[in-house]
């Protein structure tokens, strides 16, 4: 096995990486007690090769690896990229671009929402992974040969997937509905952590702007804590902890303390005075500051049948041509059309999703196609 802990081996696998066509990458990380993950393997195979680099390794610089994911000309292959790519924009400093994620991929050829990588491998490949080092501490060496073996089959099973998918999918002509599916994972937004946006990862409760300013700035507050001292969100305040601040919204330390989602004694702490002094800011700057919602459509009542009818057809016809039905239409695309017909925009109703569910889903809310049961089976019939 080939495990890289030195420049010139990592060099030699990467001058030779740059110029196949594509290479499967995966990585093991731990984020337990820290806010940015700490990269602790890379697995990387090409057609012909195949190597674990120890991003751990004394002396070790990663810039030849970060120049091939950035190498438009290769194919990365990752499986459920979403992990890895944040760790790869932590990195490099931008997106790598040409992804191909076997997990969406697989989602076009028949093997339901978010497949994992195990499953894939059995379905396509008969081959059952061995999980037994699943719950490894990757930051600790040495690592055990077993170890290192789970590892690295995570990229050569892939590297044996990944060509047969590409042929299938082409003779399907269903790759443009891949890279479609693939394209939102390649947005820097996807993987930045700009404080001022920290709020969107909470729900809203309250949609008045003194709630929202409060929220905002609690939410932005804390993401700057964590990423200086570079500890998980819930280790400066957890989330329960945001919904108090915003519905109380503390003008003192006195009152901060007094807050049932406030630790004990958190008041006395240096970091106090500047999220009072954050939140006070941001309720007297509310109409510039507060997010301003999207407007909200609210939807006619008596809707529940109407939508199992839409979510039952949707089966039927992903089912005909063997694609995962969230690929075509999630739960919101379906409540958006079961209210508003022709006019919901979603993608449901447009190009090749259309054609597919979008069309028929048109003609049974118009009363032109029926379900009936046929034996035991749901049948979708025109009554038109």
Excluded at 287 to 294: E, G, I, Q, S, V
Aim: aromatic letters at 8%; glycine letters at 4%; proline letters at 5%.
């Amino acid at each position: 096995m080939n495990v890289i802990t030195t420049q010139a081996a990592l060099d030699a696998f990467c001058d030779a990486a740059s110029t196949k066509s594509f290479i499967c990458v995966d990585t093991e990380f731990m984020r337990e007690s820290t806010f940015y993950s700490i990269l602790c393997l890379i697995q990387a195979a090409t057609e012909d090769d195949e190597v674990i680099i120890d991003p751990l390794a004394e002396g070790l610089d990663l810039a030849p690896f970060q120049a091939l994911l950035l190498n438009t000309k290769i194919t990365k292959v990752l499986h459920a990229a979403r992990q890895d790519m944040e760790i790869f924009y932590q990195m490099c400093g931008t997106v790598p671009q040409n992804i191909f994620d076997t997990q969406i991929a697989a989602m076009a050829l028949g093997f339901g929402d978010s497949a994992g990588y195990g499953a894939l491998v059995k379905g396509r490949l008969n081959i059952n992974l061995d999980k037994g080092a699943r719950f490894t501490d990757w930051s600790r060496r040495p690592l055990s040969e077993k170890q290192l073996s789970y590892a690295l089959a995570d990229v050569t099973h892939l590297r044996d997937l990944y060509p047969d998918m590409v042929t299938e999918l082409n003779t399907k002509g269903r790759m443009s509905w891949v890279l479609e599916e693939m394209a939102p994972q390649l947005e820097e937004k996807l993987y930045t952590f700009e404080p001022e946006n920290a709020w969107e990862r909470l729900k809203v409760r309250n949609p008045k702007k003194h709630y929202l300013a409060a929220l905002k700035a609690a939410a932005a507050w804390r993401e700057r804590q964590a990423i200086e001292k570079n500890i998980p969100r819930r280790r400066v305040l957890k989330d329960d902890a945001m919904y108090d601040l915003a519905q109380q919204k503390p003008k003192d330390i006195a009152a901060l303390g007094r807050l049932r989602g406030i630790p004990r004694g958190f008041e006395k702490s240096r970091s106090a005075k500047a999220l009072v002094e954050s939140l006070n800011a941001a309720i007297a700057n509310a109409d510039d500051y507060a997010p301003k919602l999207p407007k909200v459509q609210h939807m006619p009542p008596n809707l529940g049948p109407t939508i199992e009818m839409l979510k039952t057809l949707l089966r039927l016809r992903t089912e005909y041509v063997d694609i995962a039905p969230r690929m075509v239409a999630n739960n919101a695309d379906i409540e958006k059309l079961a209210a508003f017909g022709v006019k919901a925009d979603i993608p449901a109703l447009q190009g090749w999703r259309k054609d597919i569910f979008g069309n028929d889903a048109l003609k049974m809310l118009a009363g032109k196609i029926a379900l009936r049961l046929e034996g035991r089976e749901v049948v979708a019939e025109d009554v038109s």
